[in-house]
């Protein structure tokens, strides 16, 4: 009798599990979705139920977490948007809205791209008015609302809950405002980009950090960003410093010391690099936006000097034997054996602009190992430095499938959801 009794309280919880979907759901399951999605699931979604019964079976469940990336949107708008926004501001913080740095990324993702693009694309990601819903009013003057503001995607973060944001995203040229049509200034004109750098050349990239300073700033950031190298990390005070710039003093407080034994270090690195920059600039209008400038467009600008933005050559009284930026040619002097281990460099080791930088960027080998440093965090452990343990056996493991999926996120992020150091 208690044996029959048993097979039909079996049999019962069978057929509810059949019913309901997801009573023999594993609780461990819910989570690795979660993670990957950035956000609670709810249970009750059947798409979600779909997704959870197929990662059951231990064969299907890289397939399941895929299928979860493309079909449920909070992928897109969770976890990939906070993974960029976090590159994208210097506070690093995931609460700044959508910007054109952050949907570029989602548009990467979305289309499987090479992730190096983010460095070595000539392209934005923007919203398609013809696949916005009627009666979402999204502002999309190329002027006013793109190279002038961040208007346009402001909107598009505001009516998040009534877009799939991943599905208006298309790629749009990178552009900038060249001077006035005929001289006059009611009359913009629209150019290509110049020295496209990708996301080094984004509006964002440049409100964020080719405002005011000596262009040290981008430099400082694309380390930190890209190749989760704080410049104290990168600092070599054995290096070449033959490119420091003259506001740089080499006898600070009276002591010449303190300048080869602190200052040198990361001014060795960051003035080789800074003249990738050198003809960049962003300039601040009334409305709290911008335009970003560059110099062989902009020569009769009050902050341009023959083409390179006056700051690179500010207080040259300083220490006028220093170095004089004329051009924008930048040399690589992090190549000495500690810099050499950390950053894997492939090429180049020097060039000139922004494009030939962020390819030397993409093509190290820090730049994988940081993709996937900064994925484990996004997924697995968001309260931890992204600049602490870099390189250690989970990240060479992620970045290593990384670099065979030809650097596709959308991959790094399954593959680091369902690893095992993620729970």
């Excluded at 979600?48 to 990662?55: G, T």
């Amino acid at each position: 009798m208690i044996t029959q009794l048993r097979n039909i309280t079996l049999l019962s919880v069978m057929i509810m599990s059949v019913v309901l979907g997801y009573a023999q759901i594993s609780s461990q399951d819910v989570k690795v979705l979660e993670r990957l999605l950035g956000s609670k699931v709810s249970l009750n979604n059947s798409e979600i139920q779909q997704i959870l019964n197929q990662m059951r079976d231990p064969a299907m469940r890289k397939a399941a977490l895929r299928r979860a990336t493309y079909n449920l949107d909070v992928f897109y708008e969770v976890s990939v948007k906070n993974f960029a926004t976090r590159m994208a501001v210097r506070s690093e913080e995931v609460s700044s809205p959508l910007n054109d740095f952050s949907a570029t990324v989602i548009g990467i993702v979305r289309d499987n791209l090479d992730a190096r693009q983010m460095l070595t694309g000539n392209f934005l990601y923007a919203a398609n008015p013809t696949l916005i819903p009627a009666g979402i009013n999204i502002r999309n003057n190329l002027i006013n609302d793109r190279l002038n503001s961040n208007n346009h995607y402001l909107d598009i973060e505001n009516n998040l809950y009534r877009l799939n944001v991943a599905s208006i995203l298309v790629q749009v040229p990178q552009e900038v405002l060249d001077v006035p049509v005929n001289n006059n200034p009611t009359i913009n004109n629209v150019v290509p980009n110049p020295d496209p750098g990708g996301l080094l050349t984004s509006y964002t990239w440049g409100r964020e950090h080719l405002v005011a300073g000596t262009n040290r700033r981008p430099v400082e950031y694309a380390l930190r960003s890209f190749l989760c190298t704080p410049m104290e990390l990168a600092a070599d005070t054995l290096a070449n410093d033959s490119h420091v710039g003259r506001d740089i003093d080499r006898n600070p407080g009276g002591d010449p010391n303190r300048y080869l034994t602190t200052c040198k270090g990361c001014h060795t690195i960051m003035d080789g690099f800074r003249g990738a920059f050198a003809m960049w600039n962003f300039a601040m209008n009334n409305n709290g936006g911008g335009i970003l400038v560059h110099g062989s467009l902009h020569r009769n600008r009050l902050d341009i000097n023959n083409g390179i933005a006056r700051k690179m050559n500010q207080n040259a009284n300083v220490y006028p034997d220093g170095f004089p930026t004329t051009n924008d040619s930048w040399i690589n002097y992090a190549t000495r054996p500690k810099n050499a281990e950390i950053f894997g460099w492939k090429g180049p080791y020097q060039g000139n602009g922004v494009g030939s930088f962020a390819t030397l960027l993409a093509q190290s080998d820090r730049f994988p190992i940081c993709m996937a440093k900064r994925v484990f965090n996004e997924v697995c452990a968001r309260s931890q430095s992204p600049y602490k343990d870099v390189k250690n056996s989970v990240t060479e493991e992620l970045a290593r499938k990384f670099v065979e999926s030809n650097y596709n996120l959308r991959e790094l992020f399954i593959e680091t959801a369902s690893h095992e150091a993620c729970k």
